[in-house]
């Protein structure tokens, strides 16, 4: 079956846009998480969804990111006002229940902000 | 806060060695350990997950074990190959996230 999927693959905006990242979970997944990974880094958590909720936000940087998941199924990161340090690899994974269970990750999305 | 460490940060062996990646974690109460490949410029790739009530899981040519009193993990590639090439990463999971290590970046010359 289909994994996680992400779009764009790369996205380059320049400082002060507004971006907008999509994220596809495996079909039945209850669970799905959005990380940022900066060169060289390991990844870190932003935020965990069940279902459409956001049960845990506290890995959001600041105000200026916001994430969405209205029908518990797709969800959107959004980031406001893009500033330099915005430019990572930001992933998304989702599992069957969240909890103790495997992550499934994405391929990423590769925001420059110049 | 859950903290993770691996170590070596880079490590490059001939084909066919056997090798050991290390990783620390500073709090014990984890639900499992995961091991995850990266390869350049792509997303994680799990390799192995180690629930806290289990000492080891294998697949294949990896072993990977965990002692949680002591906060570690270990990562055994046997018979290495030069496909093997690629970044490890460990993490730790804590209520609803997964807290990872910088990684080790191994490269296997053929």
Known sequence: GAGVSQTPSNKVTEKGKYVELRCDPISGHTALYWYRQSLGQGPEFLIYFQGTGAADDSGLPNDRFFAVRPEGSVSTLKIQRTERGDSAMYLCASSLMGGRETQYFGPGTRLLVL | ?110
């Open chain 2, 1 to 110: 806060k859950q903290e993770v460490t691996q170590i070596p940060a880079a490590l490059s062996v001939p084909e066919g060695e056997n090798l050991v990646l290390n990783c620390s974690f500073t709090d014990s109460a984890i639900y499992n350990l995961q091991w995850f490949r990266q390869d350049p410029g792509k997303g994680l790739t799990s390799l192995l997950l180690i629930q806290s009530s289990q000492r080891e899981q294998t697949s294949g040519r990896l072993n990977a074990s965990l002692d949680k009193s002591s906060g570690r993990s270990t990562l055994y590639i046997a018979a290495s190959q030069p496909g093997d090439s690629a970044t490890y990463l460990c993490a730790a999971t804590s209520g609803s996230r997964l807290t990872f290590g910088e990684g080790t970046q191994l490269t296997v010359n053929p």
